[in-house]
């Protein structure tokens, strides 16, 4: 039998986010509705869908050779010394920011502080978490786990939450005010140690990375390429930004060169018009799907 890998992909929240970035990076996967197994356009691959907080456990048995998941379920799993990080991902369902896992009580609420939480009563996902740094506080609570809508439980049914947030929007529409941060996660791609360690699939899952980063770097970013009169070149360049240095290439007409670069997006209509007052024309934008340093 040929040799594969058995990754698994995130499943809920950051299962759309996860199939657009493999996407980019050239890997077609398709989700099927009913099935936990995603097709992957690589027959060296077999993809199985599990939940971001059940991920490195199953990595760390052995069940999947790598997944994807975030550096808190790692935590939250007490799965550090069991599985092997390769790389750090920052993608997520809405931005690419770290998530942050903070404590959080109603505006109104009397507690400012760690020692405020004596004896209280904390609804959160990450029990462990939690536990560990109110025993890094010297402090005792009942810390209850939180199926979901975490955020509707103060004051009523939990004195404070420990919960994630990219934006902090839903904490604020929940009227609710952090207290303090316990955690920053980004995601992470890791393997169980005798993958990692195996020659085959560890070049799998090198090139597998190498491609998502390429992805990742290109988010953001398109490339420009424009011709320029060689006497404007000095005050084209002296306009535009670039990644490294622009690409500057001969055209058949001596008088002239093609001038190459990327450039975060966002900047492209602010630079246009400079550009072509500095004497470039013929200005083609065109999208990346990968930078590869």
């Avoid at 657009?20 to 890997?27: D, I, P, S, T, V």
């Avoid at 890094?136 to 004051?155: D, I, L, M, Q």
């Avoid at 988010?219 to 070149?233: A, I, P, Y």
């Amino acid at each position: 039998m040929d040799q594969q890998l058995k990754l698994g992909l995130p499943a809920g929240s950051l299962q759309d986010a996860t199939g657009e970035l493999f996407r980019k990076a050239g890997y077609k996967v398709t989700f099927a509705s009913r099935s936990y197994y995603p097709a992957i356009d690589d027959p060296e691959m077999h993809c199985t869908l599990i939940r971001a907080q059940e991920m490195a456990r199953y990595v760390r048995d052995g069940s999947l050779d790598c997944g994807l998941t975030g550096h808190d379920w790692i935590v939250e799993n007490d799965a550090q010394d069991g599985v092997v990080e390769l790389a750090e991902l920052v993608f997520s369902k809405v931005s690419r920011r770290p998530v942050r896992w903070v404590l959080a009580v109603p505006a109104d609420s009397p507690i400012r502080g760690p020692q405020d939480l004596q004896g209280k009563r904390i609804a959160t996902e990450v029990v462990n978490i939690t536990r560990k740094w109110l025993a890094s506080h010297g402090v005792t609570a009942n810390v209850e786990f939180s199926w979901g809508a975490t955020e509707v439980k103060p004051p009523r049914l939990a004195d404070a939450i420990v919960e994630v947030t990219e934006t902090g929007s839903s904490l604020r529409a929940n009227n609710l005010r952090i207290v303090a941060d316990l955690l920053t996660s980004t995601t992470r791609f890791i393997a169980h140690p005798a993958a990692a360690a195996d020659p085959w699939k560890r070049r799998k899952m090198d090139d597998l990375i190498l491609m998502l980063k390429g992805a990742m770097a290109a988010e953001g970013k398109v490339g420009l390429m424009m011709n320029v009169r060689k006497t404007d070149l000095a005050a084209v360049l002296a306009v535009l930004p670039a990644l490294q240095k622009p690409t500057i290439s001969g055209l058949s007409d001596p008088d002239w060169a093609d001038v190459m670069t990327i450039l975060a997006e966002d900047t492209v209509r602010h630079l246009v018009p400079k550009l072509k007052a500095a004497g470039a024309c013929g200005i083609v934008e065109y999208p990346l799907n990968k930078i590869i340093d």
